[in-house]
């Protein structure tokens, strides 16, 4: 029995189209996962969300003055967020003459690490600034916390040409594997930043539901006297505010967590190094100067704890060694404040009188930044100034 030439192509034709959707669902599957995947809990910052102000700065740093202006841009973390970068201003200020006069502007972030600072290299030569601050506070070199305080989506910023660069580097350690990258981008590239926070926050407003919801089922199900998961926490919180000393310092576990890789000496390889470095070679090749400092630590409240700070010095020579390769200028300011000037145990140090904090970190800056200036012609002549 001859078999006709129909009877053999509906089949193939059937089984190809089984094929195709096959492959359409897998395709369509694996970016909802890449979707999903972004808003994993771990993430509570995205980044995007940061963009609108960070660009309002940086454009307002480009607006014209009375006369002559050299812009600086300050990175930073919290510890940078309040006084120092408008404290500076006007330190550098009072050690120059008339012209030109200085704009610190300052893209300072709670829990801004190196991750981030790259991120946001491109975004800020576009804005051509005259030079670059680094407020780098040691505990940047810890992953749990660069983790913690990640913005994967800053990530969008990236140039698609500094692509093949930026995946060489260790951004897994904060989570981003490549089809995050493409996917911020293309986010940002289709100018689709805001309706991705759209999105988030209503993954918030949900997330809060779910939480209302398990704290019903928990009053209602988990037996009397036993104290459920809020309850704790609450309790916490009170106790806090019973005792409110006890929470100005950091415990000896969480001195070991803020600050363990640094007291352990961080090893050269340490991601949190590798993009400083990266960032550090950015602006090197812009022929953009750089002032690094390292930030205040309350180093007699560390020896308090009994930890060993044999590492200690090491990292920060670390540090020194890799601002120095590229370049920048290094002020070490680690062992600035006694135990008494320093406010939380987040490591802030006070503002106010007798410490004034920020006004001390700023003028042990000027100088050095003022120095900087004249080796580039910048200054009409010696302001005597520069130590």
Request: with cysteine; charged share 25%; hydrophobic share 45%.
């Amino acid at each position: 029995m001859r078999t006709s030439p129909a009877s053999v192509i509906r089949p193939m034709r059937a089984s190809l189209r089984i094929s195709c959707l096959v492959l359409a669902f897998l395709a369509v599957s694996t970016g909802l996962l890449a979707v999903l995947e972004a808003f994993e809990a771990p993430y509570r910052f995205s980044g995007i969300e940061d963009m609108p102000k960070i660009l309002e700065a940086l454009e307002g740093s480009r607006q014209s003055g009375d006369g002559p202006l050299y812009r600086v841009t300050f990175f930073g973390d919290s510890s940078a967020i309040f006084e120092t970068p408008a404290k500076l201003e006007e330190a550098t200020n009072a050690l120059l003459p008339a012209q030109p006069r200085v704009r610190v502007t300052s893209i300072a972030g709670l829990g801004m690490s190196p991750f981030e600072f790259y991120f946001l290299t491109s975004e800020v030569l576009r804005h051509r600034p005259d030079h670059v601050v680094i407020d780098f506070n040691l505990p940047m070199l810890s992953g749990a916390r660069s983790f913690r305080f990640a913005r994967p989506g800053l990530a969008g910023w990236i140039p698609i040409a500094k692509l093949p660069e930026a995946l060489a580097l260790p951004l897994q350690r904060i989570g981003l594997t490549l089809d995050r990258v493409l996917l911020y981008i293309a986010i940002v590239k289709a100018r689709g930043a805001d309706a991705w926070l759209a999105v988030q926050r209503e993954q918030v407003r949900l997330d809060r539901s779910y939480r209302s919801l398990e704290e019903w089922t928990e009053q209602r199900w988990i037996p009397a006297g036993e104290p459920s998961y809020h309850k704790v926490l609450r309790r916490r919180g009170e106790a806090r505010k019973r005792h409110p000393e006890r929470s100005f310092r950091l415990s000896l576990s969480g001195a070991r967590e803020h600050y363990g890789p640094v007291l352990d000496l961080v090893p050269e390889h340490n991601p949190e190094l590798r993009m400083l470095d990266a960032t550090l070679a950015v602006f090197e090749e812009a022929g953009v100067p750089v002032l690094l400092y390292v930030t205040p630590v309350n180093v007699q409240h560390l020896q308090r704890l009994d930890l060993d700070l044999a590492g200690l010095e090491g990292s920060i020579a670390l540090v020194e060694g890799i601002a120095r390769s590229r370049g920048a200028e290094f002020v070490d300011l680690h062992d600035l404040f006694p135990n008494p000037a320093f406010k939380d145990r987040a490591g802030h140090f006070k503002l106010d009188a007798p410490w004034h904090g920020s006004l001390r970190v700023a003028e042990k800056l000027a100088p050095l930044l003022v120095s900087q200036m004249q080796d580039r012609g910048r200054l009409p002549g010696d302001t005597g100034g520069g130590n």
